[in-house]
């Protein structure tokens, strides 16, 4: 299904300059000497150490896809068998125009930018990433959201005979994660494409995977083949395995523990084991923009 659909928006719009860094300012700040400090802002500036993008390698290769594995170097090992053309999205539930959209031509409607974003993994691991993507919210536009949706649920594929980790039932297949509308619709919520100016590997979620930067890495669900907009919070993946352990909201919160271990501080991938390790910031560092969703909430009992 072909659908046109013209943004009226530009990012500068929509979307607050220190939410985010341009791939191609960074680097052309970079050339001109320019502090990087000086063009992260606020979100950024937190962790200067954090502007510096993990490598592809490392991006690449430490991945979780239970799909394939529960180790880290599962997925790189054993994600190339899955297939990710022609791949279509079922848009359904409250929206104008439900139905099964082919992915190129979804991408042929949306504005695709480089975003590097702080990762945050509820292991207390982090990584910087620089993702290519559109706004989930121009998608849900595309679509049209109907009055009295609250939640956005996601799915990913499921097909045994390409993803031997589904053979087990470390999950209850397949891996599902829900956003609230607003958060969904809040412009640093991205769906992520590329990596590195190249398309996304599969380990990392290819073809389509859900980027919220204040979560927790698990709400990030990849390889998206349908989106529901629903009344109801939706079923969550890790909240159904283990509710006390893992949160509908998730959000990046280094007051509140996991009950296992901290999660006040996080080992940044890549830079030595003890060397780089930092106090995690709420919501990821990205509270300036995202503090607002949440008030009046009590986030030590929606985590
Ligand atoms: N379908 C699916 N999506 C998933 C997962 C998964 O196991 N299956 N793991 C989540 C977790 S726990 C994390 S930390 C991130 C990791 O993303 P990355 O491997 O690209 O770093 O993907 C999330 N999305
Ligand atoms: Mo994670």
Known sequence: ???????????????????????????????????LAALGGPALAATDEGLKPNSWEEITNYCNFYEFGTSKTDPAAHAGAMTTAPWSVMIDGLVDR?????????????????????????EAWSMVIPWTGFELADLL???GVQEGARYVAFETLNRPEEMPGTNY?????????????????HPLTIMATGLYDRPLPN???????????????????????R???????????????????????????PTV????????TERLVGG????????????????????????????????
Request: overall charge neutral; charged content about 25%; aromatic content about 12%.
């Open 1 to 35: 299904m072909a659908y046109r659909w013209t943004n009226t928006l530009t990012r500068a719009d929509t979307t607050p300059q220190s939410a985010f860094l341009n791939r191609r300012q960074l680097m052309a700040g970079a050339a001109a000497g320019a502090g």
């Open 98 to 122: 439900p139905g099964a959209y082919d992915l190129g031509d979804i991408v042929d409607n949306m504005t695709l930018e480089e975003r590097i974003y702080r990762f945050r993994c509820v």
């Open 141 to 143: 536009d595309m679509v």
């Open 169 to 185: 039932p470390v999950l209850d297949w397949p891996y599902r994660e829900g956003l609230r509308l607003d958060e969904a619709r």
């Open 203 to 225: 380990q990392n979620g290819a073809p389509l995977r859900l980027v919220v930067p204040w979560k927790y890495g698990f709400k990030s669900v990849k390889s998206i083949v």
């Open 227 to 253: 989106i529901t907009l629903t009344k109801d919070e939706p079923f969550a993946s890790w909240n159904q395995v283990n509710a006390r352990e893992y949160g509908f909201y998730s959000n990046v919160n």
């Open 257 to 264: 523990d996991h009950p296992r271990w901290s999660q006040a």
């Open 272 to 303: 030595g084991l003890f060397s780089r390790r930092q106090l995690t910031q709420m919501f990821n560092g990205y509270g300036d923009e995202v503090a607002a969703l949440y008030e009046g909430m009590d986030l030590a009992k929606q985590f």
